[in-house]
């Protein structure tokens, strides 16, 4: 089955480490996106790519880096420079194609990343 | 002019009642409105979703009721059960770009 892949499911993360969460996706989606949700705030934007090798910071990607060079994948690190990293870590992909059944979003299960 | 107001934040509702979510967006070139679930320690899904040129979609017990006028759109459960309990976030597209922008949520309690 087509879909997105999150892992790992739980990551804890010391003071000043940095951590990357993966995201893999087998839906042949142009566009992927990341986005960090904590409780009462719904979802924020932290980086999206719409192209291989291309990718733009979102409403919060202070602390945050991405790379996209593979259609597939699009690894999001979390650096030491974010002070406050635990949160649900969501990754999402979407189609450039025209028709409306290619609007939404598919959503990963996510990851919890906890600093300990 | 990319902002997607959701209302409430917190719903309870009991069971066979109906639960209203109301969502409010401000740029007219928003070609379209999902409504994703999220139950906790998942990923959001695609519930139901409607194009500004139909005022309403029914899909078995949920509807969205969509004013464009008002640029105003709604998600209405019907008959609601302690299995609809979630979160909810509403989303309008921006069709120039594809992103969508996300309402911040409503966390719907069903009591049994």
């Known amino acids: 089955d087509g879909g997105i892949t999150q892992s790992p499911k739980y990551l804890f993360r010391k003071e000043g480490q940095n951590v990357t969460l993966s995201c893999e996706q087998n839906l042949n989606h142009d566009a992927m996106y990341w986005y960090r949700q904590d409780p009462g705030q719904g979802l924020r934007l932290i980086y999206y790519s719409q192209i291989v090798n291309d990718f733009q910071k979102g409403d919060i990607a202070e602390g945050y880096s991405v790379s996209r060079e593979k259609k597939e994948s699009f690894p999001l690190t979390v650096t030491s420079a974010q002070k406050n990293p635990t949160a649900f870590y969501l990754c999402?992909?979407?189609?450039?194609?025209?028709?409306?059944?290619?609007?939404?979003?598919?959503f990963g299960s996510g990851t919890r990343l906890t600093v300990v | 002019q990319q902002q997607v107001k959701q209302s409430p934040q917190s719903l309870i509702v009991q069971k066979g009642g109906i639960s209203i979510i109301n969502c409010a967006y401000e740029?007219?070139?928003?070609?379209?409105f999902p409504w994703y679930q999220q139950f906790p320690g998942k990923g959001p899904a695609l519930l139901i979703a409607?194009?500004?040129?139909?005022s309403e979609k029914k899909e078995g017990r949920f509807t969205i009721s969509f004013n464009k006028s008002a640029k105003q759109f709604s998600l209405h459960i019907m008959d609601s059960q302690p299995g609809d309990s979630a979160t909810y976030f509403c989303a309008s597209r921006a069709g120039n770009t594809g992103k969508l922008i996300f309402g911040q949520g409503t966390t719907l309690q069903v009591k049994p």
């Open positions: 740029n007219t070139a928003f070609d379209y």
């Open positions: 409607i194009r500004p040129d139909v």
């Open positions: 999402a992909s979407s189609s450039h194609r025209g028709e409306e059944i290619h609007y939404g979003y598919t």
